[in-house]
């Protein structure tokens, strides 16, 4: 990449503070670097404003209300996931050609 190397004064990220980390925050700066984001949208149809079960995810994509970790992706989070992976493959197939 040749990058330079890593001053002292940048603090390396343990794992266990993952937990406490921003996504969002990651998204935003890797995006001002040129990373490509393809967000989710509204391209879900009816299942993005799904009201008669907890749902996770929204227009930045896919998702799971995770609460201390025994619950898992109900069948319409993994529904959506999969969409959004679908979603991306299309663009990047696009932006290939």
Known sequence: MK???KPDDVPVIQTQQLLEADGWTAITQLAHH???????GYTFGSGMF?????KGGSSYGAGTFAADGSRQPTE???QQAFHQGKYVAEITRKLRS
């Open 3 to 5: 990058a330079p190397p």
């Open 34 to 40: 040129g990373m490509l984001f393809v967000p989710l």
């Open 50 to 54: 799904e009201m008669e079960e907890v």
């Open 76 to 78: 319409l989070e993994l």
